[in-house]
């Protein structure tokens, strides 16, 4: 069963406007590409559900992009379309510029998001789930121990970002 090529593309159309809203600091912009009840799995920030993700999501972004000026490069690995459900995933690479002047900070976060197909035909994220991306290593290597999974008295290796501050 192939899929339409018209709902990849919609899909990454709205990539885009994802973008372009990080880009221009827009954040009515970026929440248009949500459902409007979601669930938003962010790194380091509390798992938000239903409404109060929107609240929350407007609450965090409105704060970020008063701080920062935001450029964000989007990379999608693959969007894989189910009938009225689909998925992507990728890395996000965001640079902030602090608006009241300093160093740049720039990471790059692994991301997976779910796609519903609302009431008008329009592709909306519902399930939005990110997290740090590390460095790569060959598959023979022994891996770090996940932060998750690692004590507390246990120091974390500085280099698990491959983009850091610049």
């Known amino acids: 069963m192939s899929v339409p ?5 919609e899909i990454n159309v709205a990539k885009a406007q ?3 809203a990080y880009n221009t600091g827009n954040v009515d912009r970026l929440l248009a590409v949500f459902a409007d009840e979601f669930t938003d799995m962010s790194a380091g920030v509390p798992s938000f559900f239903g409404a109060d993700a929107r609240s929350a999501f407007r609450r965090r972004m409105t704060k970020l992009f008063e701080q920062y000026q935001a450029t964000l490069i989007v990379t999608i690995i693959a969007i894989r ?7 992507d995933y990728g890395w996000h690479t965001l ?7 300093g160093k740049p900070i720039t990471t790059r976060q692994r991301y997976f998001e779910t796609w519903q197909r609302n009431s008008s035909g329009e592709w909306k994220i519902d399930l939005y789930i990110d997290n740090m991306d590390v460095a790569p290593m060959m598959a023979d290597a ?6 998750a999974l690692r004590p507390l008295e246990m120091p974390s290796r500085p280099d698990h970002n491959p983009v850091s501050a610049t």
């Open 81 to 87: 379309v189910l009938a009225n459900t689909a998925f």
């Open 5 to 9: 090529m018209n709902d990849v593309y």
């Open 18 to 20: 994802f973008r372009e």
């Open 95 to 101: 640079t902030l510029t602090p608006r009241d002047g």
């Open 142 to 147: 022994e891996p770090p121990l996940p932060e």
